[in-house]
């Protein structure tokens, strides 16, 4: 059995955009459907649709594209990780890749872009970086 759903997914996101496939099917849970909203808003997914099949849960995600072929993400890492979480305050939220990546925070107000905590004024669990 899977112990981090989170960074099982953003590994099935990663390969499917290597083999430039349309979609990528995730397993569900609240934490990567959070996480995938944010890349839906700051646009690197496309759209995202919830599944549920023999009394399981998955996410069908559909991977963006620019019109020459090359994905929208060029590198998505996990950062915080099971064996050791990295946790970081209001203030050391900093950009990512000068502004151009996404640092995607759990908070006690839910998972939000690392730019929209550190605008709320709150810190939180670093999950991953995107760009």
Same mark, same amino acid.
């Given at each position: 059995?899977?112990?981090?759903?989170?960074?099982?997914?953003?590994?099935? !996101?990663?390969?499917?955009?290597?083999?430039?496939?349309?979609?990528?099917?995730?397993?569900?849970?609240?934490?990567?459907?959070?996480?995938?909203?944010?890349?839906?808003?700051?646009?690197?997914?496309?759209?995202?649709?919830?599944?549920?099949?023999?009394?399981?849960?998955?996410?069908?995600?559909?991977?963006?594209?620019?019109?020459?072929?090359?994905?929208?993400?060029?590198? #998505?890492?996990?950062?915080?990780?099971?064996?050791?979480? !990295?946790?970081?305050?209001?203030?050391? #939220?900093?950009?990512?890749?000068?502004?151009?990546?996404?640092?995607?925070?759990?908070?006690?107000?839910? !998972?939000?872009?690392?730019?929209?905590?550190?605008?709320?004024? #709150?810190?939180?669990?670093?999950?991953?970086?995107?760009?």
């Amino acid at each position: 059995m899977l112990n981090d759903l989170l960074s099982d997914g953003l590994t099935r !996101i990663r390969n499917a955009s290597l083999r430039r496939l349309d979609t990528a099917r995730l397993l569900h849970s609240n934490a990567v459907e959070a996480t995938l909203e944010v890349l839906v808003q700051k646009g690197y997914i496309a759209t995202f649709n919830v599944v549920e099949e023999n009394n399981k849960k998955f996410i069908n995600v559909e991977l963006k594209y620019d019109e020459n072929g090359k994905s929208a993400i060029n590198e #998505i890492t996990r950062i915080s990780k099971p064996g050791r979480r !990295i946790y970081q305050g209001k203030d050391e #939220i900093k950009r990512f890749k000068n502004g151009y990546g996404t640092v995607i925070v759990s908070t006690s107000q839910g !998972i939000m872009a690392g730019i929209e905590a550190s605008k709320r004024g #709150i810190g939180g669990e670093v999950l991953c970086t995107v760009w």
